[in-house]
């Protein structure tokens, strides 16, 4: 097989797993409140539950720095996210609360292994490419939540026990993604092959502008998931019906932003696209803290899919590029600060909202995007195009996956 038939097979298999993460994590946390009544979780236990996903992924992405450091991400993610879905199918097959702990306790381990070693494996493969390819994994994300979020709804609409709901995805999903994991791209992320070094003495501070920016990009992210139909319903005064349109509006803006992204990275740059994203995101925010109508809130909450969709993916990217000879390294502690926004920004609105008032708590999460134009050189050279450090050109590729693997 050559190199670039290898190439294109890791591509499309890494793009389908993205696209499965997609529709399992979408069927989760559509479902909540079915998980909730089918384990009689109260109110006041239920943030518990919930904290404990991101927090167990965060144990787990740190232990798959380590783990990547004996076996190649590939590998991690070969086995992770079958352990994903199983976990999801668990959430629905039990009937006691300790089931429920279990079950999500296994997703968020397996979660933070598959979410690291993904993005880990998606910049290698940029870095191969020669060519910022991250934000279309991210699409194919996106894809599958917008997929996943239907099948979900189809699920309430038809009452459907969560077991069942859930079993149809799994059975399609499970052998397709064993699969496909044949054709992962079995190299690390650094560019010798090598074990990795770490980030070395002060790498972390180098790191650290970019853990803030993907701290910052999640907690607006997790605004939108968790506050908009409230503020829509409660603030704007629209219907319920008319309620759960701004996030089905924000998932596919972001799948757009998301598809062409890439195409705008190489022509304009990383940084010159983030600081775009910054700025777009956060007028989003101020046209939904001011907004005098829902009409105009969903305005708001479609700029905020075209802003945030391009920050997170391309923050990666950077990892990946600050530290190419550390970047399975950099990525596992950078995806941390995923689960770190996603604990802190729906409390952190909620509270600012009861204690004044929804307005003016989506100002916060404003301000806290703009950080991104503070860091934005952290994202690279301003003349750089491919999200690395050196451009390539295809026929001069210094492949760095696929090696010693996976071959068919």
């Known amino acids: 097989m050559t190199e670039d038939v290898r190439l294109r097979r890791g591509r499309g298999s890494l793009g389908f797993s993205f696209f499965v993460q997609g529709v399992t994590f979408a069927l989760l946390v559509t479902r909540i409140p079915a998980i909730q009544d089918r384990y009689g979780i109260s109110d006041g236990l239920l943030p518990a539950f919930l904290a404990a996903v991101p927090i167990l992924a965060g144990v787990s992405s740190v232990a798959t720095e380590h783990l990547v450091q004996r076996v190649p991400p590939s590998t991690v993610l070969r086995w992770a996210q079958p352990l994903v879905l199983l976990a999801l199918l668990g959430v629905g097959a039990g009937d006691r609360m300790w089931h429920a702990a279990l079950a999500l306790g296994a997703f968020g381990l397996s979660v933070g292994a598959l979410d ?4 880990m494996l998606g910049v290698s493969l940029q ?3 020669g060519r910022s390819i991250m934000l279309g994994f991210h699409a194919a994300y996106s894809l599958g939540g917008i997929v996943g979020a239907s099948a979900a709804w189809a699920g309430a609409h038809w009452h459907l ?3 069942t709901s859930y079993v149809p995805a799994v059975v399609v999903l499970l052998p397709l993604a064993f699969y496909g994991s044949r054709f992962y791209p079995s190299g690390r992320g650094g560019e010798d092959q090598g074990a ?18 993907m701290a910052c990009a999640y907690i ?10 409230k503020y829509l319903q409660d603030v704007l005064g629209s219907s319920e019906q008319l309620a759960t349109v701004p996030y089905n509006v924000y998932m596919v803006t972001t799948l757009i932003g998301r598809a062409v992204g890439d195409l705008g990275v190489r022509r304009f740059g990383a940084v010159a696209v983030v600081r775009t994203g910054a700025l777009v995101a956060a007028g989003g925010f101020a046209v939904v803290a001011a907004a005098p109508g829902a009409w105009t809130g969903m305005l708001g909450f479609t700029l905020l899919g075209v802003g945030l ?14 530290f190419p000879g550390s970047s399975d390294t950099a990525i596992a502690r950078l995806n941390i600060f995923n689960y ?3 604990l802190v920004g729906s409390p952190l609105v909620g509270g600012i909202g009861d204690a004044w008032s929804y307005r003016g708590a989506m100002l916060v999460p404003m301000a806290l995007v703009l950080v991104t134009l503070l860091h934005a050189r952290s994202f690279g ?13 295809s026929g001069d590729r210094a492949v760095d996956v696929g090696r010693g693997g996976n071959e068919v």
């Open 116 to 119: 690291a070693s993904m993005n």
């Open 127 to 129: 870095r191969a490419y």
């Open 161 to 163: 026990p969560l077991f």
């Open 196 to 213: 990795e070094k770490g980030l070395g003495a002060g790498g972390f501070g180098l790191l650290l502008p970019l853990c803030l920016v």
């Open 220 to 229: 607006g992210d997790s605004t939108v998931s968790n506050w908009s139909a």
């Open 309 to 322: 969709c391009v920050i997170v993916p391309q923050t990666f990217a950077a990892a990946g590029r600050l």
């Open 340 to 342: 770190v926004g996603f």
């Open 381 to 393: 050279a301003e003349a750089a195009r491919y999200g690395v450090r050196h451009e390539r050109r």
